[in-house]
Antibody
């Protein structure tokens, strides 16, 4: 069974950098899927942030592209998110998810449990 | 960007009755070479991550009860819960995977009347 788990600081200061890691178990990050980050502000809907393939190829949401970097560590079977210059608008539950490829990116399954990151001084 | 809209925002249905959720995309998500609609549906319960219910607009994920039925093509899609159960109380989201950026609808809240 595939399991994803997010980890990282729950509080980031304004103008700082949000950093999260997603540990993948039950599947190899080298397999033919993409790996995504999705966020959900409190009480609001879902926003795709970006994804990465095991080769290091990335796609980003244009709305966040200037501030986002996603990387992969194949040796640890994990991938990471960095979002810089954060503001209160970046406060959200951040999910990592496997982006099933058929062969192009398609649906998200499964998802991690999510981690709440608050931006506050 | 493909903008996804959903209606209604919320609905209350009696146990055992039908719930119908609509999703509309700002442009078609039917890929004609394979005749597949690049659309998925998710269920999200409070404090939980979204759970995949349906992909290719109408293919139920294994393990999902058959009361969840996805339909539609092109720009207009529907998720029907044929006989609402108490455990179906949740938010439901549609998502297109036709074009980057992958986008979600704003969600529909389903409650018990």
């Amino acid at each position: 069974q595939v399991h994803l788990q997010e980890s990282g600081p729950g509080l980031v200061k304004p103008s700082g950098t949000l950093s999260l890691t997603c540990d993948v178990s039950g599947d190899s990050i080298n397999n033919n899927h993409w790996w995504s980050w999705v966020r959900q502000p409190p009480g609001k809907g879902l926003e795709w942030i970006g994804d990465i393939y095991h080769t290091g190829t990335t796609n980003y949401n244009p709305s966040l592209k200037s501030r986002v970097a996603i990387s992969v560590d194949k040796s640890k079977n994990q991938f990471s998110l960095r979002l810089r210059s954060v503001t209160a608008a970046d406060t959200a539950v951040y999910y990592c998810a496997r982006h099933v490829s058929v062969p192009v990116e398609a649906w998200f399954d499964p998802w991690g449990q999510g981690t709440l990151v608050s931006v506050s001084s | 960007d493909i903008v996804m809209t959903q209606s209604p925002d919320s609905l209350a249905v009696s146990l055992g009755e039908r719930a119908t959720i609509n999703c509309k995309s700002s442009q078609g998500v039917l890929y004609r070479p394979n005749n597949k609609n690049y659309l998925a549906w998710y269920q999200q319960k409070p404090g939980q991550p979204p759970k995949l219910l349906v992909y290719w607009a109408s293919t139920r994920e294994p393990g999902v009860p058959d009361r969840f039925i996805g339909s539609g093509s092109g720009t207009d899609f529907t998720l029907t819960i044929s006989s609402l159960q108490a455990e179906d109380v949740a938010l439901y989201y549609c998502q297109q995977y036709y074009n980057i950026p992958w986008t979600f609808g704003p969600g529909t809240k389903v409650e018990i009347k």
